[in-house]
């Protein structure tokens, strides 16, 4: 039997702290604390990847934090994704969203006073003590089945109607949830093989503008992992036009097409991309 799906928002990779010189792993976060949490209170955790193309594949985002029964939000660092994702959570599901922290981070002042579960990191921005967290977001979400509402909105305006969930299709859901992680297991095993595990996969995707972006996306990243650059341009240019014009696709076209001599092509892809969303730490 599957079990419920709990959708983890929160920031990706190594992020400075808002105070002090700390430089926060949150991938060790979700990996010890988080995602086990999740599993104790007999869930299935899913984790936000759309985060890591900038928050522009909007699509399975919204269906996450819609059809997921439960979600977790990590509220260190008050990363603005996460901000957004739970604002939409909070307006369209009454219940069942647990959120965590840094302790000592500082909270803006519209969450103040929503009940959040505190967990500490070391100097390293590694986190520590993780058991009483651990149990700590366990049992929060167990309670969480019985609580009727936990979200302010419908807290404060108790005439809201919150929308129909169980006349959207969640089974369809499901079943993109779960290939999504089997194609991710898929390429990180090609990875470990090469370059033509790699093509076989991509051939199985074919055609590419219709595959789920998320999995194209690391489909492209896993190419620039083992230095097939030629293979990243032309990945590049059978996506969709929605994907081809995401940061993190013109980011790295650029250093592909510097990487095959193409130099004067890439400077001006990256001046583009300047003009057009800024100056990144990329």
């Not at 699509?59 to 996460?82: G, H, I, S, W």
């Not at 369209?92 to 840094?102: G, K």
């Not at 009940?115 to 009483?132: C, F, H, N, Q, W």
């Not at 036009?241 to 980011?251: C, D, N």
């Given at each position: 039997?599957?079990?419920?799906?709990?959708?983890?928002?929160?920031?990706?990779?190594?992020?400075?702290?808002?105070?002090?010189?700390?430089?926060?792993?949150?991938d060790?976060?979700?990996?010890?604390?988080?995602?086990?949490?999740?599993?104790?209170?007999?869930?299935?955790?899913i984790?936000?990847?759309?985060?890591?193309?900038?928050?522009?594949?909007?699509k399975?985002?919204?269906?996450?934090?819609?059809?997921?029964?439960?979600?977790?939000?990590?509220?260190?660092?008050?990363?603005?994704?996460?901000?957004?994702?739970?604002?939409?959570?909070?307006?369209?599901r009454?219940?069942?969203?647990?959120?965590?922290?840094?302790?000592?981070?500082?909270?803006?002042?519209?969450v103040?006073?929503?009940r959040?579960?505190?967990?500490k990191?070391?100097?390293?921005?590694?986190?520590?003590?993780?058991?009483?967290?651990r149990?700590?977001?366990?049992?929060?979400?167990?309670?969480?089945?019985?609580?009727?509402?936990?979200?302010?909105l419908?807290?404060?305006?108790?005439?809201?109607?919150p929308?129909?969930i169980?006349?959207?299709?969640?089974?369809?859901?499901?079943?993109?949830?779960?290939?999504?992680?089997?194609?991710k297991?898929?390429?990180?095993?090609a990875?470990e093989?090469g370059?033509e595990?790699?093509?076989?996969?991509?051939?199985?995707?074919?055609?590419?503008?219709?595959?789920?972006?998320?999995?194209?996306?690391?489909l492209?990243?896993?190419?620039?992992?083992?230095?097939?650059?030629?293979?990243?341009?032309?990945?590049?240019?059978?996506?969709?036009?929605?994907?081809?014009?995401?940061?993190?696709?013109?980011?790295?076209?650029?250093?592909?097409?510097?990487?095959i001599?193409?130099?004067?092509e890439?400077?001006?892809?990256l001046?583009?991309?300047?003009?057009r969303?800024?100056?990144?730490?990329?």
């Amino acid at each position: 039997m599957s079990r419920p799906l709990c959708f983890v928002l929160m920031p990706f990779g190594k992020k400075p702290a808002l105070t002090g010189s700390m430089i926060i792993d949150f991938d060790a976060v979700y990996k010890e604390m988080i995602a086990p949490g999740i599993e104790e209170a007999d869930l299935e955790p899913i984790r936000a990847d759309e985060e890591k193309v900038g928050g522009v594949i909007q699509k399975p985002m919204f269906e996450r934090l819609a059809l997921c029964e439960y979600a977790v939000a990590d509220l260190t660092t008050a990363n603005a994704n996460v901000f957004y994702e739970l604002g939409i959570r909070h307006a369209i599901r009454p219940r069942s969203t647990v959120m965590m922290f840094h302790a000592e981070s500082r909270l803006p002042f519209d969450v103040l006073d929503l009940r959040a579960i505190p967990y500490k990191l070391s100097e390293t921005g590694l986190p520590m003590d993780v058991e009483p967290s651990r149990q700590a977001l366990a049992q929060m979400l167990k309670a969480a089945r019985e609580i009727e509402v936990d979200s302010p909105l419908f807290q404060h305006l108790t005439e809201m109607v919150p929308p129909d969930i169980k006349r959207l299709k969640t089974d369809v859901f499901r079943e993109r949830v779960e290939y999504s992680a089997d194609m991710k297991q898929q390429l990180a095993a090609a990875r470990e093989e090469g370059l033509e595990a790699l093509r076989v996969i991509e051939a199985d995707l074919d055609p590419l503008e219709d595959a789920e972006g998320g999995v194209v996306i690391d489909l492209y990243l896993s190419d620039r992992d083992v230095s097939a650059w030629e293979d990243m341009v032309r990945l590049s240019k059978a996506m969709s036009r929605h994907l081809q014009e995401t940061v993190i696709v013109q980011e790295q076209l650029g250093l592909a097409l510097n990487r095959i001599g193409e130099g004067q092509e890439a400077e001006r892809v990256l001046e583009d991309l300047l003009k057009r969303r800024g100056p990144s730490s990329e």
